[in-house]
């Protein structure tokens, strides 16, 4: 599985825009990229997931270069509620690929202050 | 949907008890997966069940710890006996398949004392 590195945690104030870059050198080709969200007490959220270019959901968009060693997680306008710590993974989402080993590093733990 | 449901939330024991966390993955999801978190070793996949039959098992930490999903609707993980160690948040998460999207439940905080 290709290691991840990540800012161990990140300051922000409320209506902000938060990019939080996640880097990942020994992607290989059949690695999707997974963020997820852990509030404290619960279990992690799945956010977004993509292969290349760019992702948006109604949370969240994913900007992943044309090299894939990166890519940033992009939270328009947080809130206090956006206060977390954010996963960045990547694993091999091909027919018996082991991408359900979800590697959770430390992760970045966000704050949002008012 | 309710969700993953897990079972107890918070459990206190003493060090040799038997512990069971119970699971109850989401309707119609084929995989559930055992996860264990701590700060120094942060979250690691234990146990992985696709279709009720274990996986892959490679993340059990040894004999005391043992897993099974009688039927597609609950699991459980037991350990016996029970040691400080195992202290730990115990999630369990589901999906549709090995390669979709888990699914967490809300975690049993197990303390061993």
């Known amino acids: 599985l290709a290691k991840t590195t990540q800012p161990i945690s990140m300051d922000s104030y409320e209506g902000q825009e938060v990019n939080i870059t996640c880097s990942h050198n020994?992607?290989?080709?059949?690695?999707?990229i997974t963020w997820y969200q852990q509030f404290p007490s619960q279990g992690p959220r799945f956010i977004i997931q993509?292969?290349?270019t760019k992702v948006t959901n109604e949370v969240a968009s994913l900007f992943i270069p044309a090299d894939r060693k990166s890519s940033t997680l992009s939270l328009p306008r947080v809130s206090l509620s956006d206060t977390a710590v954010y996963y960045c993974?990547?694993?091999?989402?091909?027919?018996?690929?082991?991408?359900?080993?979800?590697?959770f590093g430390k992760g970045t733990l966000l704050t949002v202050n008012p | 949907d309710a969700g993953v449901i897990q079972s107890p939330r918070h459990e206190v024991t003493e060090m040799g008890q038997e512990v069971t966390l119970r699971c109850k993955p989401i309707?119609?999801?084929?995989?559930l997966f055992w996860y264990r978190q701590t700060m120094m070793r942060g979250l690691e996949l234990l146990i992985y069940?696709?279709?009720?039959?274990?996986?892959?098992d490679s993340g059990m930490p040894e004999d005391r710890f043992s897993a099974k999903m009688p039927n597609a609707s609950f699991s459980t993980l037991k350990i016996q006996p029970s040691e400080p160690r195992d202290s730990a948040v115990y999630f369990c998460?589901?999906?549709?398949?090995?390669?979709?999207?888990?699914?967490f439940g809300p975690g049993t905080r197990l303390l061993v004392l």
């Open positions: 998460a589901s999906s549709r398949g090995q390669q979709e999207t888990q699914y």
């Open positions: 020994n992607i290989a080709t059949n690695d999707y």
């Open positions: 993509g292969y290349k």
């Open positions: 993974l990547v694993g091999d989402m091909s027919s018996g690929g082991s991408n359900y080993k979800l590697t």
């Open positions: 309707s119609g999801h084929n995989s």
């Open positions: 069940f696709n279709n009720n039959v274990p996986i892959d």
